[in-house]
T-cell receptor, first 113, second 113 residues
Framework: DSGVTQTPKHLITATGQRVTLRCSPR?????VYWYQQSLDQGLQFLIQ???????AKGNILERFSAQQFPDLHSELNLSSLELGDSALYFC????????????FGSGTRLTVV | GENVEQHPSTLSVQEGDSAVIKCTYS??????FPWYKQELGKGPQLIID?????GEKKDQRIAVTLNKTAKHFSLHITETQPEDSAVYFC????????????FGTGTQLKVEL
């Protein structure tokens, strides 16, 4: 157990729907990062939050949004889902905002049908 | 932004042999280079990292070397074992707020008996 908890582990939904992925960072970590992993794209950075505030943004689609709550857990919202959104979504956390030593969760596998 | 290239994409070695995975990065300002191991069904796990003020770092059977001039770094695994079979990712970043960890495309390592 890495200490980073992601729920749910698996999610199957239909095109056009909206889902929410949840991440609880490791105790003491203030930064949360979201990554998308698909077979042909590797690990793609989506967004980073540090202590509740957005810190960095990657190639995150406008249909996707995220936030980090006062208790430091984070949620990634994916809407108007398309088949191409099927992927593994990973959350990682680190102590500060400096990008050292990410700890990854075990991921949420999203399948859009 | 940073771009990281990783080679080879697949690597097959005999148990007990050494394995070397190479990465190059584009941003000469990058100063932190971690390596992650991802086993099937799990999230990436940090196995070793190196900072730009160090040329080599070793941890038991794993070592990482960094050549700042050439902008490349390598992972060396000696005395490979079947449990080393996994996907390995290199990454690079200029640490600091707003900078994202950029991953290579991964190397599937298979250690054969």
């Amino acid at each position: 157990d890495s200490g980073v908890t992601q729920t749910p582990k698996h999610l199957i939904t239909a095109t056009g729907q909206r889902v929410t992925l949840r991440c609880s960072p490791r105790s003491g970590d203030l930064s949360v990062y979201w990554y998308q992993q698909s077979l042909d794209q590797g690990l793609q950075f989506l967004i980073q939050y540090y202590n509740g505030e957005e810190r960095a943004k990657g190639n995150i689609l406008e249909r996707f949004s995220a936030q980090q709550f006062p208790d430091l857990h984070s949620e990634l919202n994916l809407s108007s889902l398309e088949l191409g959104d099927s992927a593994l979504y990973f959350c990682a956390s680190s102590v500060g905002g400096q990008n050292y030593g990410y700890t990854f969760g075990s991921g949420t596998r999203l399948t859009v049908v | 932004g940073e771009n990281v290239e990783q080679h080879p994409s697949t690597l097959s070695v005999q148990e007990g042999d050494s394995a070397v995975i190479k990465c190059t990065y584009s941003d000469s300002a990058s100063n932190y280079f971690p390596w992650y191991k991802q086993e099937l069904g799990k999230g990436p796990q940090l196995i070793i990292d190196i900072r730009s003020n160090v040329g080599e770092k070793k941890d038991q059977r794993i070592a990482v070397t960094l050549n700042k001039t050439a902008k490349h770094f390598s992972l060396h695994i000696t005395e490979t074992q079947p449990e080393d079979s996994a996907v390995y990712f290199c990454a690079a970043v200029l640490t600091g707020g707003g900078n994202k960890l950029t991953f290579g495309t991964g190397t599937q390592l298979k250690v054969e008996l």
